[in-house]
């Protein structure tokens, strides 16, 4: 979409594909409740069956809220002697889709960049480009988005849909993201010694491909600063399970947002003047979705096929007044799936102690959230002890006395004694876990 000397927009047959499906369905409040249909969507020349009922379309008030994350200016802390880069969310998310288009091929990690085009290639010039089917706001983001409760989040997670068919193109899409950081770097500083190697060493913090089992999608984690907000790119080709409860399973689909800020001149989002945005949960129907998210229930459905369980993610709705929407013995066979898919993964005294302060780390890192962490090894721990059947006896105390390890750390660090007092037996008709069986006492 253009604007045209005389003022009009002139709209492309592949900007009309973000707009056409937001005539057919319902927004995500009550109001219109549509039938539940299926229609043939198709997505970067792949014709796919999408079931309706599980996308909505965003009222006022939540792109309102979503405008307001993508003009969030987030800081991309260098290591060493590098500066910070800073950048407001839509102008990264929108270099790194161009720099993808316009990425042919790998760069050499030891050479230097070369020197910038004086103009960037058209994404339909060359067919060895990347096609950028679409690009969504997923996460914890798009939970704080979708509902009128402040939800908070840690990190910014996006999804750039593409096509990845091996190494190379993944090494491609590494290329690019190092290529968007070069251009955000502040005037006055030298590019001419700078490779891809120093750049991803300055600001990149985590960096992920899998490629496998029917997988095939990459992660590049942004930002080096403990206890900051990360900028989470995800680039998925394919991904088996791409949610691990309800609540987390929301993705904002944000092209037309994009095409907007191209063609709005500035003009800022108002209740009259404002695009259609499109939400998804890939869980399935949306306003189930969205009542687990309002009402904190959690849900989900196989977990034996999400890594690690979803057995810490699980614990940290825990901890936040989350509750299992099952009877007794449904919260029980749950858990016990997610704790043998854990040990199944994490089988290794010393990858359960590398995941858990990863875990910490991670997902605990505002300062207010600091005393949290106590709370959450505890959580972890009665479930641990509750609901684990695969584990040997020496095993599952080797995991116990790793929980407890890391409780008396964070104790000491906090300058708190610890005396235990065995917890009373307690009968839970919901299966929903007391936080704190023991009393913390700060020195006098």
Known sequence: MRRSRNGRLNVSTADLNHVRPAAMLSTCDDRNRGATTNTAVTTGGRAQQTDLSRLAVLSYEQVARLNDVMDETVSI????????????????????RDRLRAQAAPEDDDVAFPAERSTPPSPDADDTCFQVRSIRLNGGAASHVLTTDTQPYNDLDLIFNISLSGNRDFDRVKSAVLRALVDLLPEGVSRKRMTPCSIKEAYVSKMVKVNKDGDRWSLISL???PGQRNVELKFVDRMKRPFEFSVDSFQIVL???????????????????????????VYGDFRDAMYHLENKLIVTRNPEEIRGGGLLKYCNLLLRNYAPDYDGDGT??????????????????????????????????APQEEYMKLQYLNVLKQVVEESTVCLMIHER???LSLIAELSWR???????????????????????????????????
Request: hydrophobic letters at 35%; one cysteine or more.
């Open 332 to 365: 029980k066979k749950l858990e016990r799936y997610m704790c043998s898919r854990f040990f199944i993964d994490f089988s290794d005294i010393h990858q359960q102690r590398a995941k858990l302060e990863n875990y910490l780390k991670n997902h605990f890192c």
């Open 77 to 96: 802390h260098g290591r060493g002697n590098f500066p910070t880069l800073e950048v407001r969310l839509r102008d990264l998310v929108a270099m790194v």
């Open 397 to 399: 105390h080797q995991t």
């Open 255 to 281: 092209d037309s947002l994009l095409l907007f800020y191209e063609c709005s001149s500035g003009v800022p989002i108002s209740e009259s003047f404002y695009p259609t945005v499109v939400g998804e949960s």
């Open 410 to 444: 964070l104790m000491a660090g906090q300058g708190m004694y610890y005396y235990y007092h065995p917890q009373p037996q307690l009968t839970m008709s919901i299966g929903h876990h007391s936080q704190l069986p023991a009393q913390l006492h700060c020195p006098s």
């Open 223 to 225: 930002g080096t600063l």
